[in-house]
Every structure is written in C-alpha cells, then in structure tokens.
C-alpha cells in the first residue's frame, strides 16, 4: 500500500508542488494584509489642537439643517437622461468637471467627478462658509504672527501684521485676491473664538480651525475630501471632488453674504486705521474689460497650484436658472476659461 501511495505521488508531484506554493503565498498574502492594517493610524491634529477640538464638542447652528440635506443630496444625483448633448471634443484638457442646474436640482454634464484632486484656492469657500457659522461678518479680526505661516510665493491680500479687518472684508480679500493670508488670519481667530480658554498657540488654532472644516464638509455632504490647511496650499493629505465641490459651492450661492462677495469684479476696502486694499477678482469672467468676461457670471472662484492645476468654479444665471460650472486640472488658466465658456454657452 505505501508503495503505490509513493508511486502516486512521484507521479503527481509537480501538481502537489504547485499546490503547496500556492498556499504559502496565500498565507503571505493574508499576513501582509493584516500587517498594513494594524499599522494604519488616522491622520491627527497635534495633541493639544486634537484635545481641545474633541472636548469641544462643536455643533452647528440648526438653522441650517435643511439646506445642509438639500446641498448632500447634489453629489448622488446622475446624470438627467434629458441631459444636454455636449460637444466635448475640441475643448482643452481638464482633469474633471461638472455642471449642475441649480433650479433643477441636477447634474446636466459629468466628467470624473468623483476621482480625487487638489483643491487649491477653492478650498477658500470652505474657510469662509466656516467663518460664518462662528463669527459675525463685521467682527474685527487682527493679522498677527500666523501670518509667518503663509508661503511668500503664493497668494496675498497683501495684509501685515497689526491689520484690522472686518471679516466680511477679510473674506473679501481671500475671494478676490485669493489672500493665502487672509485665510490664515481668519482661520486662527475664529478658532481662538470657538475655543477662548484653550490659549492656542498659531499652530494648534490653524489644525483646530482644520478640525471645523472637516466637520462642516461633512455636515453639507462633502464625503470624499480631506482639508489640512485653510488656503488650500498643496498636501497630499488635503483632497476633494468636483461632486464635494458642487456641494460646497451650491451652499455658498445660498449664502446671500457670500453670494455677494464672489461675484464682485474689484473691491476698495479700508482697515480700521484706514489702510488701504483694493483687490481684483482673479476671476476673468467678470472683468468686463478682459478677453473672457461673461456678462451672464456671477462668480465663484479660482484655484491653481502645482498638484491642482488651473481649476475655475463659476456660476451663470440664464433661462430662469443657475448653473454651477466646476473644471480641474486644466493646463493653463487660459484653458480653463475656454472650457468653462465653451460648455457653458451650449446651455446658455
């Protein structure tokens, strides 16, 4: 008997071998999945941010609650199979892009709106829509020495240290000019605000003011983005969709505050000891003297970086609706004006 069990297996040894191998990489391959797996940590603020944020306990003003529902609904909508017939081919690159009819409740065009990208300077509406859940739009907001924080080669308002200004003013400079100043001086006073007895040093109160953009995101539906900075300046740990951001932007448009700020072309205002800041919407769509206005723009936003792209956010009024145009990851800014005009005059 043991003969030809030996028989047998000299026989169907390579088969026996091939099966033994594929059981040790199968185990190989469930212990380096465990492995990864217990050794994955959450991204955390610093310590004390981290401690401070999550015994405050932080809710939103309940006034908001529906608009919130309405705007998480806009990323799980398809596209309307009366959908718009886009010619697409001719345009420039982009990396995603959108347009939702705000009237309609709908998106009209898609294109990769859920794959992951960085969100630049848009991520500026998502600091101002925080700002305002905390902090009145004339409070008196100084710039102080978080502004060592801000990359010299970036954005400016063109604050100082010792600048007063309204945060309405404030957001002013961070939409028009797209001041990576301004938004860190907002960021670290309405954090200071939200949590007077934690004595924040800069640091802690720019992660803290993180922690509420995360929360808020969350609160209007923005599921798939991560924010680590209040000027939205390249991480590999802040990240966003054009669907988060059709969400965002539909809440900032219901915003009449914001609303009015994001659609203005140039802007004169004074800080408390009358300094001077006149700041030109970056936004060519409303220049009425450039090569891309659109008298039917009304904002929104523009946003470049290095890991970003050239993105544009705008809305359009037209046919008794508005209309959100989301484009990412453009070439040039050029190319994202004439994909934004070229999609948005087949509607128009």
């Known amino acids: 008997m043991s003969a030809k069990i030996i028989d047998w297996i000299k026989e169907h040894r390579k088969k026996l071998l091939i099966i033994l191998i594929s059981v040790l990489l199968i185990d190989i391959l469930l212990i380096v999945i465990l492995s990864l797996k217990g050794n994955a940590e959450p991204n955390e603020y610093y310590d004390n941010a981290e401690a401070v944020f999550e015994a405050a306990e932080v809710e939103y003003p309940t006034e908001d609650t529906e608009l919130a529902e309405d705007t998480a609904k806009t990323g799980s909508q398809t596209v309307s199979e009366k959908e718009t017939e886009f010619d697409t081919d001719y345009l420039p690159y982009c990396k995603a892009s959108a347009i939702y009819s705000m009237k309609k409740g709908e998106l009209i065009y898609s294109y990769n709106i859920n794959e992951e990208t960085a969100p ?67 960021a670290v006073s309405v954090a200071r605000n939200v949590f007077p007895d934690a004595d924040l ?107 970003a792209g050239s993105c544009l956010i705008s809305a359009f009024e037209g046919d008794d609706d508005t209309y959100i145009s989301v484009v990412v990851g453009c070439n040039t800014d050029d190319d994202r004006y004439v994909y934004t005009l070229d999609m948005i005059n087949q509607i128009l």
């Open 120 to 186: 630049a300077s848009l991520t500026k509406l998502l600091t101002a829509s925080v700002a305002m859940q905390y902090a009145d739009m004339d409070d008196v907001f100084t710039a102080g020495s978080e502004l060592a924080y801000v990359n010299a080669n970036s954005s400016l308002a063109g604050l100082e240290v010792g600048d007063s200004l309204t945060l309405r003013d404030l957001i002013t400079g961070m939409f028009l000019a797209s001041g990576n100043d301004a938004a860190h001086t907002v």
């Open 201 to 307: 040093n800069d640091t802690e109160a720019i992660n803290c003011f993180c922690g509420l953009m995360k929360q808020f995101a969350e609160s209007i539906g923005m599921e798939d983005s991560s924010f680590v900075s209040p000027d939205g300046w390249d991480d590999y740990e802040q990240y966003t969709t054009v669907s988060d951001l059709l969400k965002l932007t539909e809440y900032v448009m219901s915003e009449p505050e914001l609303c009015d700020i994001v659609k203005l072309p140039k802007k004169t205002v004074y800080s408390t000891a009358g300094k001077v800041f006149t700041w030109q919407n970056s936004n060519q769509l409303l220049d009425i003297n450039g090569s891309y206005y659109c008298e039917n723009a009304i904002g929104v936003k523009t946003g470049t970086t290095q890991n």
